[in-house]
């Protein structure tokens, strides 16, 4: 039942309290997690993309990210992700001073695709933790050198240090769903015999010297978060138990927050989701003949599906919040305020949230005025569907703007012929009879 607006009180709330991260006070709990928009063309900051962050902000949330920002060119799977560089500082303000103005904070995803970018876009043989074919983009990575291991580093900080003078209150490393980082402490893509692989120790050396290198570059004061697997979803991969302890090699590094999620993008994409696997909308979106034969004859059997539940990844982070003593957020299945208060009480620092703000972007305004008490989503997924083709939006609002603007349309004219028939009998009255 929705609560009365009007006896609701919101200060009553944990969720919609200001909260203190790593040096910076948010005015409520609740972050737009990482969402791929599919707005930057060119790898460039555009308008849509300004308005659909200043949208969130406007709507209520805490902190908004802006997803996903590449490192470097190379990390880019699509051409329409933006990856650091000083010639979209300027576009880069611009979106910061317009989340600031409606009152949120504004953080940046930092990442590199490693062995699942695309060749295509960075135009070259991706790399990553070891040799590996990647079915995701039907391509074969080399495997990374001490050298570029240095070098994607050095990019890190780069982009940290850039995205700070571009206003972001925040960075958040992208250190999960099988990008590079995730690469190397997943046994499943890293397989070298150099202290880069083998044993825990050397497959988070890495990750960890990425997290400990930004922070000495932020200092203390400024928000690190990291995104990391609790596990990848696939045999061979990252399990719990290791993620644990990774999630205290990350504190003793330097990270700020942790937020715990799951999946592996180029493997299990919709573990990290759960719900529909929307298989003809991605047909639908993909440009390449070959990609669109493949998906439309093997894509219920390449892309597995995950039962949806509400907060399905509690338990797992619950595990890695009691093993470290720095801030954790929750992802993963957040629908209504009952789950956001429940998270926050047993010890969650904030709650992200993904879907439920692509339905609706006034999600968070409108829970804390009482106005609704939970997410209409019903995770059919096809805005991940959609999102590398028209950008990320929620298809099943859009289809029910159209349904109502087509029967107000149908209405018109059936009105505009009603009256018009009712004044041609006026007119003439004999024509009526005849």
Known sequence: MVPDPMTYNHNNSPVFSPFALDGMTLRNRTIRSGCFEGMSQEGTVT??????????????????????CSVSEDGRAFGHELWMRTEILPGLRRLTDAVHAEGAAVSIQLGHCGFFASPSVIDRRPFGASPKFCLFRLSYCDEMSEEDIEKKTDDFVRAARLARQAGFDAVEIHAGHGYLLSQFLSPWTNRRGDRYGGSLENRVRFPA?????????MGGGYPIL????????MRGGLELDESIEVARSFEAAGAGALVPSCGFTAKTPFHMLRGGVPVREM?????????RLGLSLFGRTMVQRYPFEPLFLL???RR?????????????????????ETLVDEGFAFVQLGR???????????LEHG????SDCDQCNRCIATMSVEGVRCVTADLATTDRALSQRGTRLIRRRLVGEYHSSVANPKEDHE
């Open 371 to 374: 106005e609704l008490d939970r």
């Open 356 to 366: 439920a703000t692509i339905r609706d972007p006034d999600f968070v305004r409108r």
């Open 283 to 291: 047909v639908r979106a993909q440009s390449s003949f070959f990609y």
């Open 315 to 317: 338990e797992g982070a």
């Open 47 to 68: 308008e849509r993309l300004i308005d659909h962050h200043r949208r969130l902000a406007a709507g209520g949330i805490g902190m908004t990210t802006v997803s996903y």
């Open 226 to 233: 990291v995104k990391m697997n609790q596990c990848d979803g």
């Open 320 to 340: 890695i919040r009691d093993a470290v003593s720095i801030p954790v957020g929750y992802i993963g299945g957040v629908l209504s305020r009952t789950d956001m």
């Open 209 to 217: 010297e990425v997290v400990r290198r930004v922070r000495a570059e």
